[in-house]
């Protein structure tokens, strides 16, 4: 009896507990478009509302929520379940030589520093090849070519399926060690290359290919429990209940995601970003793609290869193994998907930003895979890229690369490369919003070898997906 008593009274604690961040802790939104409320309940005054894979400042966590402050400065109130926490990064020096701290992500940005031989600063992200690093309070960059990413092990990973193997070193080709299942966890002690460095039961380390875990196990762990649409006005609660204070009244014919269901109640996110729950006896069923025409091209094609990666691959055979896998997906989720080439064939790049018009698709999205020549073989990272030549709305080839980019970058494993504005021939000759995305580096070795994996194009392909729903949301 005393035991349990002490053991309730420690459960109270632990609920009431309050966690003040002293250095700064980063999260990122993972789902798309979500307010941030003034205290922590969806009935409180919105303040704002973020996009999808927006970092946030952790400035205290109280229960299942976290109090944050926008990169604007904004401060407010968001739902752990709808951040990802990483584990806290460290950058180290892994030459025996002294190396340049940058103001930008390039070597024709001054120096403002030096970090010696095993020296370590805070990471807080990567772009462009070169990891953003906190130093003397700002942010700055260093190659990463020359650095490693550690971390302590105070911070777990939870793998995302069942059967995922834990491997020897870091490559698809490394000796099996282990395997996981679902819900599984290991602490983290490192990262490199899209992989994470594990600790095993049995004390020893591994390697996971890191687009099959997540951080936590919130909505990016748990996520896509379809879209619904009312059938009449309906109430948005605070709980599953009609005694739920009310968050706001959604009106018929409203599209909502849902995130999870209990007694005859979803709990949804509406278009504006709100949450709260809808008795599900006045919601049906819906795909969200249904109606909407999509042209995908694969690029490149028969006498023209594309790039040719670092072992000798083509990467025209590798943009239509993506684009086959993102087709099956999209028209899982209701979409009329076309493609340029279904094999091995050559399009000029004009004729297949026309068809998109002649088709009278809604959008058309252009897969590649990026090669800088295998003397460059160090950088890394996914792009995406629009052209403001010739379109009517410059913002649709924008907003279609950029919702591709930030869902696509949710994903363990890979790194930002950036949005870039670009006068491609098959953007600029077509009338109708195009984006096209550079998955990986063929360049280099380790990109080249996750972006060839089943696992890996599964992975992206979902997420690519999430970018095309959003766009149309
Ligand atoms: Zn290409």
């Known amino acids: ?36 409320n003034e205290n922590s309940s969806y009935s409180s005054k919105v303040v704002d509302t973020l996009k999808i894979n927006t970092p946030v400042q952790i400035l205290e966590e109280n229960n299942e929520w976290c109090k944050i402050q926008t990169e604007e400065g904004k401060i407010g109130w968001i739902e752990k379940y709808f951040l990802n926490l990483p584990a806290n990064k460290y950058v180290i020096n892994n030459t025996n030589y002294k190396i340049n701290i940058r103001k930008g992500p390039s070597t024709i940005y001054g120096s403002v520093g030096q970090l010696l031989p095993n020296e370590k600063l805070k990471y807080i992200d990567t772009y462009h090849s070169w990891h953003i690093i906190q130093y003397n309070g700002n942010q700055y960059y260093i190659a990463s070519w020359l650095t490693d990413i ?46 994470l460095k594990i600790k095993l039961n049995d004390g020893q380390f591994g390697f996971i290919a890191s687009w099959l875990t997540s951080y936590d196990i919130n909505y990016y762990f748990e996520g896509n429990n379809g879209y619904k649409r009312t059938t009449t006005d309906l109430n948005l609660r605070i709980d599953p209940s009609h005694k739920g204070k009310q968050v706001a009244t959604i009106s018929k014919n409203s599209n909502l995601k849902i995130i999870s269901s209990e007694n005859g109640w979803d709990k949804v996110i509406t278009e504006n970003g709100q949450i709260g729950w809808c008795n599900n006896g006045y919601l049906i069923s819906i795909l969200p793609l249904s109606n909407k025409k999509i042209l995908l091209d694969p690029g490149h094609g028969g006498y023209d290869p594309g790039s040719i990666s670092y072992s000798g691959k083509y990467e025209k055979n590798v943009n239509l193994d993506v684009a086959y896998k993102l087709k099956e997906n999209l028209e899982a989720l209701g979409a009329t998907v076309y493609m340029t080439r279904t094999n091995d064939t050559y399009i000029r790049n004009s004729a297949r930003g026309r068809m998109a018009d002649n088709l009278g698709v809604d959008i058309l999205l252009s897969i590649h895979h990026n090669s800088l020549g295998n003397n460059k073989s160090d950088y890394f990272g996914l792009s995406t890229y629009y052209n403001t030549i010739n379109y009517k709305n410059p913002r649709y080839g924008y907003d279609l690369a950029e919702s591709i980019y930030l869902n696509a970058t949710t994903l363990n494993g890979v790194y930002r490369d950036g949005i870039f504005d670009r006068n491609y021939e098959v953007l600029r000759e077509t009338n109708t919003p195009a984006a096209l995305i550079e998955i990986g580096f063929m360049s280099n070795p380790q990109e080249e070898m996750n972006v060839h994996s089943d696992s890996f194009q599964y992975e992206i392909v979902q997420k690519i997906s999430d970018g095309i729903i959003d766009y149309f949301r």
Request: glycine share 8%; proline share 0%.
């Open 1 to 36: 009896m005393l035991k349990r008593l002490f053991i309730s009274f420690l459960l109270i604690l632990l609920l009431s507990m309050t966690i003040v961040y002293g250095e700064s802790v980063i999260g990122y939104t993972n789902i798309s478009n979500i307010c941030i």
């Open 150 to 195: 550690i971390s302590e092990g105070t911070k777990k990973i939870y793998l995302l399926y069942n059967n995922i193997n834990i491997r020897e070193d870091i490559s698809l080709n490394s000796t099996i060690i282990g395997k996981g299942n679902k819900y599984d966890s290991f602490y983290v002690y490192g990262e490199k290359n899209g992989w």
